[in-house]
Structures are given as structure tokens and as C-alpha cells.
T-cell receptor
Framework: EAGVVQSPRYKIIEKKQPVAFWCNPISGHNTLYWYRQNLGQGPELLIRYENEEAVDDSQLPKDRFSAERLKGVDSTLKIQPAELGDSAVYLC??????????????FGQGTRLTVV | QQQVKQSPQSLIVQKGGISIINCAYE??????FPWYQQFPGKGPALLIA?????SEKKEGRFTISFNKSAKQFSLHIMDSQPGDSATYFCAASMDSGAGSYQLTFGKGTKLSVIP
């Protein structure tokens, strides 16, 4: 079974430029998460999708961040414009869906963003 | 507000020793407590998890001890090996509606096992 696939692995951009990250979850997983992991910190949730619906985006800085999950499969996370403080690893994860037995989240390798 | 507090921040253990990492949580609604292991350049991967209806769960060399009244849980790694060197995250989760769960992570513990 293929794992969660993210691209690109690394991205270096100048501040004020836009950037986008792509995630392909595990096949059949209905729930998709985007996390941000700052250096030396644990992952922090940005947004959670159940199928194509964003059910929790309370931690997403909506002035500059946007996300979409068309057709309830792949997802993209966009930052426009990027700021120096956005430098972090952006992790995508997926899980089967609702219910305590389906809670295990499988993570991708992440995209390391550096804003200069 | 940090809902899951993890300690220590870093840990050095000799090969064959016991590694112990502690976590404390605040929200009594949490009902699923996983530990994730992360190697450099990789995403976190589930190591072991426990629910609050049991006080201990063991899988191989890894054991979770859970104290519901104290709102604390810990990870014990027996016979620690250099290959266990990684960053470990505790997490807590609860039903956020319609059976959906999402994780709140601790800040992580960097474990180094020296030969």
C-alpha cells in the first residue's frame, strides 16, 4: 500500500512570493489533515477535511493560507504571500475516517519550506 | 494554551538502558493517546497507542503507562537501541464531532541512544 505522498520535498522562496504544496493521501482514506511543524516542535493542525469538506480550519491563517480538496482525494495548500515566519515543514496526513478504530493518522514526509 | 505537555525535551540513554518520556494533558475529554516516532527527514509514524480504560499497554520493547486520575501518561522503551534514536511525540485526541478525531501533539523528545 502506497503511503501519503507529498510534493515538493523542499521549497525555497523569497518572501511575498506564493507557494503551493500538494498531497495525495492513502487510497480510501476519507480524512485528510495539513499540519505545520516548526523546528523543534510538534506538528500543529492547520486544517482537517472529511472527504471534500473542510470541517476544522480554525487554525488556518485565512488571510494568506488557503486549501482545497477537490473530489475528496488530493489536496493542495497554498500560501500567498509567504512571510519569513512561514518557514517550517508542512505535513500532510490521512486516516480512514470517522470512528475510534479509524483514528490512526499516516503522515507523508513533508515539504520543508524556507522563506528568505 | 498547550494542552499536552511533554518532558524531557531531550534524552540521552546508553544502549540497553530504559528510556522514559512523560506527558501530561489537561482536557479530560481526550480519550485516545498515541505516541509517534519521527526520524530526521521523515513524517511521524504511529508507534503505540492507548485508551484511558487501561493503565498499561505493551508492544515489544515499548510500553505506555497511563494514569487517568493524574492525567499523565508515559512511554517506556526497554533495552534501548541506537536505532531507537529519534524524536518521540506524545499526542492526545478526542471525538471532535461525528466520530472524527484529530491529534494534539506534545513538543517532542529527542532521544539519543549511545553505544
Amino acid at each position: 500500500e502506497a503511503g501519503v505522498v507529498q510534493s515538493p520535498r523542499y521549497k525555497i522562496i523569497e518572501k511575498k512570493q506564493p507557494v503551493a504544496f500538494w498531497c495525495n493521501p492513502i487510497s480510501g482514506h476519507n480524512t485528510l489533515y495539513w499540519y505545520r511543524q516548526n523546528l523543534g516542535q510538534g506538528p500543529e493542525l492547520l486544517i482537517r477535511y472529511e472527504n471534500e469538506e473542510a470541517v476544522d480550519d480554525s487554525q488556518l491563517p485565512k488571510d494568506r493560507f488557503s486549501a482545497e480538496r477537490l473530489k475528496g482525494v488530493d489536496s493542495t495548500l497554498k500560501i500567498q504571500p509567504a512571510e519569513l515566519g512561514d518557514s517550517a515543514v508542512y505535513l500532510c496526513a490521512s486516516s480512514r475516517g470517522a470512528g475510534i478504530m479509524n483514528t490512526e493518522a499516516f503522515f507523508g514526509q513533508g515539504t520543508r519550506l524556507t522563506v528568505v | 494554551q498547550q494542552q499536552v505537555k511533554q518532558s524531557p525535551q531531550s534524552l540521552i540513554v546508553q544502549k540497553g538502558g530504559i528510556s522514559i518520556i512523560n506527558c501530561a494533558y489537561e482536557n479530560t475529554a481526550f480519550d485516545y493517546f498515541p505516541w509517534y516516532q519521527q526520524f530526521p527527514g521523515k513524517g511521524p509514524a504511529l508507534l503505540i497507542a492507548i485508551r484511558p480504560d487501561v493503565s498499561e499497554k505493551k508492544e515489544g520493547r515499548f510500553t505506555i503507562s497511563f494514569n487517568k486520575s493524574a492525567k499523565q501518561f508515559s512511554l517506556h522503551i526497554m533495552d534501548s537501541q541506537p536505532g531507537d534514536s529519534a524524536t518521540y511525540f506524545c499526542a492526545a485526541s478526542m471525538d471532535s464531532g461525528a466520530g472524527s478525531y484529530q491529534l494534539t501533539f506534545g513538543k517532542g523528545t529527542k532521544l539519543s541512544v549511545i553505544p
